[in-house]
């Protein structure tokens, strides 16, 4: 019996402990972070570039051949997973104090991608998609290739596995899509991928003032870019470039179609000689 009873005494001090431990573990993922600072460029961020490349070049290899239902299916995957992580960490945010509105209300270029990327893909909705699969690539390589606060910890939090696999989303499905041809862009829509531009500026310039009574530079305007024109402000330099980019997705996308007509002129002509 005392032997029984004392098993019982270090069983239950071994499940207390496991308690101990795992909600420690649990209150630094989620809230508190293991050993904050900057590491970017350290070891999870190069693992993350690492993966996030390694598993796209996978999913196009393997999705390659294969109908674009099916292929949407497994993007579906993807969205639900990114979304799940945004909204639980939106929901901790939350919990320290911030405001309803200013955790879910998506003001950055990439949280606008992640949301309604989403949610098209997971509800199949055409109509203004170019916008999220031209745009999504832009912020989110540039993101992972020059994070600013992302990488803020030297493990894995729930922070860093939300803007991971934000990121991830915005940037794979897209690419994945293109190169797979299960998505084809149509210029002829290019204007609501402009007017999305300037929706998204009017988001950050006009309604985060009125919702949460902050001027936060969600869109880097005021930040130092790596070219500047003296007297012309940031915004139209950044506008035109953005307004470049765009067509620059829609004649590379264009091209790999085969839709050039006059490559396609000049590959007949050859074959004819």
Not at 37 to 57: A, E, N, P, Q, R
Not at 174 to 179: G, V
Not at 184 to 192: F, G, Y
Not at 207 to 235: A, R, S, T
Request: proline share 3%; with cysteine; hydrophobic share 55%.
């Amino acid at each position: 019996m005392k032997s029984m009873r004392m098993m019982l005494l270090v069983t239950g001090d071994c499940i207390r402990i496991g308690e101990i431990i795992m909600l420690d573990f649990l209150r630094k993922f989620l809230i508190d972070g293991f050993n904050p600072g900057d590491y970017t460029l350290g070891t999870v961020h190069k693992l993350s570039l690492f993966l996030s490349l390694l598993t796209i070049v996978l999913f196009i290899v393997l999705l390659r051949n294969k109908d674009s239902s099916y292929i949407n299916k497994k993007m579906k995957i993807i969205a639900y997973i990114a979304i799940f992580f945004y909204i639980l960490n939106r929901i901790v945010r939350v919990y320290k104090g911030m405001s309803v509105i200013e955790a879910f209300w998506p003001f950055y270029l990439c949280n606008v991608n992640t949301v309604f990327l989403s949610i098209y893909i997971i509800f199949d909705i055409k109509k203004g998609k170019d916008f999220l699969i031209i745009t999504g690539i832009s912020g989110a390589l540039l993101a992972f290739i020059i994070p600013q606060g992302i990488f803020n910890d030297q493990y894995v939090t729930l922070s860093i596995l939300d803007s991971v696999l934000s990121h991830y989303e915005i940037v794979a499905i897209p690419i994945i899509l293109l190169a797979t041809k299960a998505y084809q862009l149509d210029i002829k829509k290019s204007w609501m991928v402009v007017v999305g531009l300037f929706i998204v500026a009017i988001n950050v310039e006009f309604l985060q003032p009125l919702l949460i009574g902050k001027e936060i530079d969600y869109l880097f305007l005021d930040g130092n870019l790596p070219f500047q024109i003296p007297g012309v402000n940031q915004f139209f330099i950044m506008l035109g470039t953005a307004i470049a980019y765009i067509y620059l997705v829609y004649f590379l996308d264009y091209l790999y179609l085969g839709k050039i007509k006059f490559l396609n002129k000049r590959k007949r002509s050859d074959l004819v000689a």
